[in-house]
C-alpha cells in the first residue's frame, strides 16, 4: 500500500500550504466578495489549485517514494539477483509495452514493493530486500509485474486526476459553507465577508472533514485498482504464482513496515484500519478473486 499513501501524504501537505496562501493572500475572499463571478470565481480558483496540488504530488512521488525508505537504483547489477531483478522488469515492461522503469531496492524486514511516477514510460519499481529473502523468484516475478501493471494501466496519473477534482471541490465547498457560517456568526456586521480569523478557521476545518469523505472515495479506487494489478501480474507472472506470493504476503500480519508516508503504494496492504479507509483489499478476497 505503499503508492497511496505517499500519494495522499503529501497532497494533504500541499493542499494545507496553498489553502494557507490562498487565505494570505486573500483569493478567497476576492472571489467570494466580487459579486457575480462569486461561484465561479471560486470555483476556478480552488479548481487552479485542487489539480495543481494533485498533479505536484504526482510529480514529486517518486523523488519522495525513493528517500522515504532509502531505495537505492540498480544502475549497474553488483550480482546475479540483481540482475534477474532487472531482466525480469525489463521482460514484464516489453510485455506490457511500457518504457522501462528504473528499479531500486531498499532495505528492510518486511516483505514490500512498490512502483510509482509521473508517467508509464518513466517510472519507478522499488523491492525490498525482505520480500527478496522470503519469496522464490516467481513469487517476485509476479510481484513485479502486478507493479509493472499499475504503471501500465497509469493508476499513479488516474489517482491524479481523481485527488485534483476532489481537491477542487473540498476547497470549494469549504469555502462556500464557511462564508456562509462566518456570515451567520458575525450576524452581517462585517461588510468584507469571510475576511477574519474566524472565516480562516472555520475553513481549515470544513476543508479537514470534507478530506476525509473524498479519501473514502480515493481509497475505493484504490481498492478498485488492486484487483486490476493482481489480474495483471497473474498474466505476467503466472496465476499461480501470483496467488502463491499474496499467501506469502498474508503472513505480513497486515503490516507494511513502511513509512506511514508511503504505505499505500506498496504490494502489502494494512488491515488494521477501518475498511472504507483500506488502500488493499483483504488478501483472501484478492486471492479469491484470481481464483475466480
Not at 227 to 235: C, E, K, L, P, V
Amino acid at each position: 500500500m505503499l503508492r497511496i499513501i505517499l500519494f495522499l501524504g503529501t497532497n494533504l501537505a500541499i493542499m494545507l500550504v496553498l489553502s494557507i496562501v490562498v487565505s494570505i493572500f486573500g483569493l478567497d475572499r476576492w472571489a467570494y466578495n466580487h459579486s457575480g463571478i462569486n461561484l465561479q470565481g471560486m470555483l476556478v480558483m480552488c479548481a487552479v489549485f485542487g489539480m495543481g496540488g494533485a498533479f505536484i504530488s504526482l510529480a514529486l512521488s517518486k523523488t519522495i517514494a525513493r528517500y522515504s525508505v532509502g531505495a537505492q537504483v540498480i544502475t549497474q547489477a553488483r550480482g546475479a539477483d540483481e540482475q534477474w531483478l532487472l531482466d525480469t522488469v525489463r521482460h514484464h515492461a516489453q510485455n506490457a509495452g511500457i518504457g522501462m522503469p528504473e528499479v531500486a531496492l531498499y532495505e528492510a524486514p518486511d516483505m514490500n514493493a512498490f512502483a510509482t511516477g509521473m508517467s508509464r514510460n518513466h517510472a519507478l519499481v522499488a523491492v525490498s530486500t525482505g520480500l527478496l529473502r522470503s519469496m522464490n523468484r516467481d513469487q517476485i516475478s509476479a510481484v513485479l509485474g502486478h507493479e509493472i501493471t499499475h504503471v501500465a494501466n497509469g493508476d499513479m496519473v488516474t489517482m491524479a486526476l481523481i485527488q485534483g477534482v476532489l481537491n477542487t471541490f473540498v476547497m470549494f465547498l469549504a469555502r462556500i459553507i464557511g462564508g456562509v457560517i462566518d456570515s451567520a456568526l458575525q450576524g452581517d456586521r462585517n461588510n468584507e465577508r469571510g475576511g477574519g480569523i474566524a472565516y480562516f478557521l472555520i475553513v481549515m476545518l470544513l476543508q479537514f472533514v470534507f478530506g476525509i469523505l473524498a479519501t473514502i472515495i480515493v481509497m475505493w479506487f484504490s481498492r478498485w485498482r488492486e484487483f486490476r494489478a493482481d489480474a495483471g501480474g497473474a498474466r505476467l507472472g503466472g496465476r499461480e504464482s501470483m496467488i502463491s506470493a499474496l499467501q506469502t504476503l498474508s503472513g505480513n500480519h497486515g503490516q507494511s513496515g513502511l513509512p506511514k508516508a508511503v504505505q499505500a503504494f506498496g504490494i502489502s496492504g494494512e488491515g488494521g484500519v477501518a475498511r472504507l479507509f483500506m488502500s488493499h483489499p483483504p488478501i483472501e478476497e484478492r486471492i479469491a478473486a484470481l481464483r475466480a
